[in-house]
């Protein structure tokens, strides 16, 4: 069926938009005491994820963690859960809502209800500089959910056991001990790291091209609570192809921990104070 074009439709797309959720009144991200609390740490560990594979790590609150780009372009896919309460974790749609579609530095990871606090800061991007480019698109999405085996085979009727969705269970079943029917239901909607995605202006599709990410490139980001990570180094590589398959070519992601050699001056973020009556 087809609709007539009203007359005004012209009056109606001019509407000039309204931002939902304003944000000048979030706190200080206070980058400045952060700058000088990383330049005095010190690296206290390491994980190193295997391409297609994913791995846990801990970061204590008042730590710094980097991801870094280590032997080719790879886009990593990354939880956040708080080690206090797993149950507690990341919320990519908020932090969409709050801070946009792709994150960088100054920017911060909410929780999920009802703690709605945030988790982490990000305090150092080496691709910051990627912005947006001419197609809409840009790095560390949060508007991709992460790659899962019930999409692809919904869209194949394949069976694919490496996805991040998979990649990032398995590695929480082996951090707590947890039986798949226990760990799947905590993982969540990522950080997509390095991955270089938006929308297309023709048909709204979210779409992925090759991302900028170099060895050496990294993102860092400062745990204002104590956290468990996840991090899946997806099967698509830098994703400029596909995703969910064996023929992209995949690279290892290096995760470090830094302890600042004392306390951080800032206060831990306690859980959002709303009551309901």
């Given amino acids: 069926m087809s609709h007539r074009i009203p007359p005004d439709s012209a009056e109606r797309r001019a509407i000039a938009p309204v931002i939902c959720y304003p944000n000048e009144t979030l706190p200080d991200p206070d980058l400045a005491t952060l700058a000088g609390a990383r330049d005095a740490a010190r690296k206290t560990g390491e994980c190193l994820v295997p391409p297609r594979e994913g791995r846990c790590f ?91 085996p019930y999409t692809h085979h919904l869209l194949s009727g394949d069976d694919y ?32 790291v390095f991955m270089c995605t938006g929308f297309t202006r023709d048909t709204g599709q979210y779409f992925m091209k090759a991302s900028p990410v170099r060895p050496g490139d990294y993102l860092e980001i400062f745990a204002e609570i104590d956290l468990i990570g996840g991090l899946s180094a997806c099967p698509g590589g830098d994703c400029g192809s596909q995703h969910s398959s064996d023929t992209a070519v995949c690279h290892p992601l290096l995760v470090e921990v830094f302890a600042p050699t004392g306390p951080v001056s800032r206060p831990r973020p306690a859980p959002n104070g709303y009551r309901w009556p």
């Avoid at 908020?94 to 801070?99: D, N, P, S, V």
């Avoid at 929780?111 to 500089?129: C, K």
């Avoid at 001990?177 to 993982?187: D, H, I, K, S």
Wanted: include cysteine.
């Fill in 58 to 148: 801990h970061v204590p609150a008042g730590h710094f963690f980097r991801i870094t780009s280590v032997e080719g372009p790879q886009v990593g896919d990354m939880n956040l859960w708080s080690a206090a309460d797993p149950r507690e974790r990341f919320y990519s749609g908020k932090t969409r809502a709050l801070h946009g579609t792709h994150l960088t530095r100054g920017d911060r990871l909410w929780s999920s209800f009802p703690g709605l606090r945030p988790m982490a800061t990000i305090t150092e991007d080496t691709l910051e500089w990627y912005g947006i480019d001419e197609f809409g698109g840009s790095v560390h999405d949060v508007i991709g959910t992460r790659c899962d």
């Fill in 161 to 192: 056991h490496h996805c991040c969705h998979s990649n990032l269970t398995n590695a929480l079943m082996a951090e707590l001990n947890l039986t798949r029917e226990m760990a799947e239901p905590l993982v969540h909607d990522v950080l997509n």
